[in-house]
């Protein structure tokens, strides 16, 4: 008897320290922010990455819809952001948000492009900590010169 609930003790330890020891390594979030040059509503050829847009990664309770996670990130020189994620978001909506352009001629939300749903859990059948969230972007004011002749070569043709 004396057996039994030593094993049981030490059963339940085991499940108390795993749970309150913090994760082993976070999630890094990789993904970029474009300036949308052609208004064109996606990437193209002319499209430019933004140095310096802000973004932040929301995370939501799935029931009540309650902000339960927030981080923010910045772009590199390469419009490029690198966010580390520390829990696993298994039971909460994540998205990658835009926040802010430092381009003043190209801070206007793209619709549709503005953010980017993530898996942030180790429950999912990923191996890697590394995620990937897809490109948002801005629309500049005014479409730049050249622009009509690149969407045309978009355009499908009905031959």
Same mark, same amino acid.
């Given at each position: 008897?004396?057996?039994?609930?030593?094993?049981?003790a030490?059963?339940?330890?085991?499940?108390?320290?795993?749970?309150?020891?913090?994760?082993?390594?976070?999630?890094?979030?990789?993904?970029?922010?474009?300036?949308?040059?052609?208004?064109?509503?996606?990437?193209?050829? #002319?499209?430019?990455?933004?140095?310096?847009? %802000?973004? !932040?990664?929301?995370?939501?309770?799935? $029931?009540? +819809?309650?902000?339960?996670?927030?981080?923010?990130?910045?772009?590199?020189?390469?419009?490029?952001?690198?966010?580390s994620?520390?829990?696993?978001?298994?039971d909460?909506?994540?998205?990658?948000?835009?926040?802010?352009?430092?381009?003043?001629?190209? #801070?206007?939300?793209d619709?549709?492009?503005? %953010?980017? !749903?993530?898996?942030?859990?180790?429950? $999912?059948? +990923?191996?890697?900590?590394?995620?990937f969230?897809?490109?948002?972007?801005?629309?500049?004011?005014?479409?730049?010169?050249?622009?009509?002749?690149?969407?045309?070569?978009?355009?499908?043709?009905?031959?």
């Amino acid at each position: 008897m004396a057996k039994l609930l030593m094993s049981i003790a030490l059963c339940l330890l085991l499940v108390y320290v795993s749970e309150a020891r913090p994760m082993r390594k976070p999630f890094v979030l990789h993904g970029r922010v474009y300036c949308d040059t052609c208004r064109a509503g996606f990437e193209t050829s #002319a499209t430019t990455y933004i140095a310096g847009a %802000r973004v !932040r990664i929301e995370c939501k309770d799935r $029931n009540s +819809l309650q902000l339960v996670y927030s981080v923010e990130g910045v772009t590199d020189s390469t419009g490029t952001y690198k966010i580390s994620i520390a829990d696993d978001h298994g039971d909460q909506m994540c998205d990658a948000v835009l926040v802010k352009s430092p381009q003043p001629d190209c #801070a206007k939300v793209d619709p549709g492009r503005d %953010r980017s !749903r993530l898996s942030l859990t180790r429950s $999912n059948g +990923l191996v890697s900590d590394t995620r990937f969230a897809n490109a948002m972007g801005f629309m500049k004011d005014e479409p730049a010169s050249g622009c009509t002749q690149l969407l045309k070569q978009y355009q499908e043709s009905d031959d």
